[in-house]
């Protein structure tokens, strides 16, 4: 433990407007195993959409907050969230990415698990003693599970406020991504991108919401648009805002000249489109009035669920989560989210913007990458160059381009890694 902890890490004079970040946050060995314990075991963190298992029996394993966690929809209908490890000797109890399956058997020993939980099955269980009761072996879940509007949540740390009141300013974000489901929902279309990137984790997160870079690191996609008739961003002024939400989370919302299957139209879609866009967009403003309608259908939003869930709700509308596995090190996850029931055409114009945009081999994403892995090159001389700036429009109301959705990231990490638990007081700006 350092001597002063890690008070020294964010400095802000706003008086002076300026705020800075201690370049150490990013490449030491030390802060990343207090973030595991400061930031990730003591917040929300995304696990899965319900969609994802929608039968009795169905699951999906993956690793949230560096624990191996199964999503399984129980015999019963429930869906509940397990620790992927056996109560016996730890080994995990399923090994498959998803799938379905009645009962679960760890391969090492047999004890057999339902899909409810329960330890239904131990090879010479009277060889264990009176003391033994399979009752109280089932599998273990996080100390806290919630859903909202079919997004799963975990917490490792029993105490948290309840996910609501935790997600602040940005539910009534997650309310307008969702609304677009109307009656049928919202569901993850099947697949996910996986990749890595050679960064520290909060880049990633500082990224995703950072509107001053694009001009300069997309200059292709750019020049892409341009080439299919759509107008660039250059010489476009968007309307909107980008701001904190409280609690760490975080926003960028503005309106583009590309389009979004809803309910955007693109004149390179036809003219058939154009009209079948313009009745959803009479749908939208029928079922959620004109302001919240045309809100929903013009305006795209890029937003940082705290600490580690952006939620791209632009040409494709994408859920991405990272984790670190070392200071420079991270593993990204993204899934597309869509309306069920969605026509052929827009689920094809939406997964074409999740691979060629925010693919792992799109118009973006190695952008962000190579500049995120530049970053983190530059930080092997954060003794000589120790800070980085984040001040632009700290003496402003801001707008697109400036750094105080960011700042509230730093702010609410700042106060978990001095101890401090904002989850159990008030929202932090």
Same mark, same amino acid.
């Given at each position: 433990?350092?001597?002063?902890?890690?008070?020294?890490?964010?400095?802000?004079?706003?008086?002076?407007?300026?705020?800075?970040?201690?370049?150490?946050?990013?490449?030491?060995?030390?802060?990343?195993?207090?973030?595991?314990?400061?930031?990730?075991?003591?917040?929300?963190?995304?696990?899965?959409?319900?969609?994802?298992?929608?039968?009795?029996?169905?699951?999906?394993?993956?690793?949230?907050?560096?624990?191996?966690?199964? %999503?399984?929809?129980?015999?019963?209908?429930?869906?509940?969230?397990?620790?992927?490890?056996?109560?016996?000797?730890?080994?995990?109890?399923?090994?498959?990415?998803?799938?379905?399956?009645?009962?679960?058997?760890?391969?090492?020993?047999?004890?057999?698990?339902?899909?409810?939980?329960?330890?239904? =099955?131990?090879?010479?269980?009277?060889?264990?003693?009176?003391?033994?009761?399979?009752?109280?072996?089932?599998?273990?879940?996080?100390?806290?599970?919630?859903?909202?509007?079919?997004?799963?949540?975990?917490?490792?740390?029993?105490? %948290?406020?309840?996910?609501?009141?935790?997600?602040?300013?940005?539910?009534?974000?997650?309310?307008?991504?969702?609304?677009?489901?109307?009656?049928?929902?919202?569901?993850?279309?099947?697949?996910?991108?996986?990749?890595?990137?050679?960064?520290?984790?909060?880049?990633?997160?500082?990224?995703? %919401?950072?509107?001053?870079?694009?001009?300069?690191?997309?200059?292709?996609?750019?020049?892409?648009?341009?080439?299919?008739?759509?107008?660039?961003?250059?010489?476009?002024?968007?309307?909107?805002?980008?701001?904190?939400? =409280?609690?760490?989370?975080?926003?960028?919302?503005?309106?583009?000249?590309?389009?979004?299957?809803?309910?955007?139209?693109?004149?390179?879609?036809?003219?058939?489109?154009?009209?079948?866009?313009?009745?959803?967009?009479?749908?939208?403003?029928?079922?959620?009035?004109?302001?919240?309608?045309?809100? %929903?259908?013009?305006?795209?939003?890029?937003?940082?669920?705290?600490?580690?869930?952006?939620?791209?709700?632009?040409?494709?509308?994408?859920?991405?989560?990272?984790?670190?596995?070392?200071?420079?090190?991270?593993?990204?996850?993204?899934?597309?989210?869509?309306?069920?029931?969605?026509?052929?055409?827009?689920?094809?114009?939406?997964?074409?913007?999740?691979?060629?945009?925010?693919?792992?081999?799109?118009?973006?994403?190695?952008?962000?990458?190579?500049?995120?892995? @530049?970053?983190?090159?530059?930080?092997?001389?954060?003794?000589?160059?120790?800070?980085?700036?984040?001040?632009?429009?700290?003496?402003?109301?801001?707008?697109?381009?400036?750094?105080?959705?960011?700042?509230?990231?730093?702010?609410?990490?700042?106060?978990?890694?001095?101890?401090?638990?904002? @989850?159990?007081?008030?929202?932090?700006?």
């Amino acid at each position: 433990m350092r001597a002063n902890g890690f008070r020294d890490l964010v400095r802000e004079d706003r008086k002076r407007g300026l705020f800075r970040v201690h370049r150490s946050a990013f490449v030491s060995p030390e802060i990343l195993e207090a973030e595991r314990e400061r930031v990730f075991d003591r917040s929300w963190l995304y696990a899965a959409h319900e969609s994802e298992v929608p039968r009795p029996g169905d699951f999906v394993t993956r690793d949230v907050g560096g624990r191996p966690l199964m %999503i399984c929809r129980g015999s019963d209908g429930a869906v509940r969230v397990f620790v992927n490890s056996c109560t016996h000797r730890g080994a995990q109890v399923c090994r498959e990415n998803q799938g379905s399956a009645k009962t679960f058997q760890c391969f090492y020993h047999a004890w057999t698990f339902n899909n409810q939980g329960e330890l239904v =099955g131990v090879p010479d269980a009277a060889g264990y003693g009176g003391s033994f009761r399979k009752e109280e072996l089932g599998l273990t879940s996080p100390a806290r599970v919630e859903d909202y509007r079919g997004l799963i949540f975990v917490s490792f740390d029993p105490e %948290i406020e309840d996910l609501v009141t935790y997600l602040a300013g940005a539910k009534e974000l997650l309310d307008t991504v969702l609304d677009q489901g109307g009656d049928d929902g919202m569901e993850i279309v099947g697949g996910t991108h996986k990749y890595s990137v050679r960064a520290n984790w909060k880049l990633l997160c500082e990224n995703s %919401i950072d509107g001053y870079h694009v001009r300069s690191t997309h200059k292709t996609f750019i020049d892409y648009l341009n080439s299919v008739g759509v107008p660039s961003q250059a010489g476009v002024k968007f309307p909107g805002g980008a701001r904190s939400l =409280g609690n760490g989370h975080g926003v960028m919302e503005y309106q583009a000249p590309w389009g979004k299957p809803v309910a955007s139209w693109e004149p390179r879609w036809g003219e058939a489109a154009r009209l079948e866009i313009e009745a959803l967009r009479r749908e939208l403003i029928a079922r959620h009035g004109e302001q919240h309608g045309l809100r %929903i259908a013009d305006y795209q939003r890029n937003t940082l669920i705290y600490p580690n869930l952006i939620v791209n709700d632009i040409m494709s509308l994408t859920l991405r989560t990272c984790y670190p596995i070392a200071p420079g090190y991270m593993e990204v996850s993204a899934w597309c989210l869509a309306r069920k029931n969605e026509p052929a055409r827009w689920r094809s114009i939406r997964l074409d913007a999740f691979l060629t945009f925010l693919g792992p081999g799109g118009l973006s994403t190695p952008d962000d990458v190579e500049a995120l892995e @530049s970053c983190q090159r530059g930080f092997r001389a954060f003794r000589e160059v120790e800070w980085s700036d984040m001040s632009r429009g700290l003496t402003r109301d801001p707008v697109m381009e400036d750094e105080e959705q960011m700042r509230g990231l730093w702010r609410k990490w700042q106060v978990q890694m001095n101890g401090g638990s904002p @989850s159990r007081r008030r929202a932090v700006a």
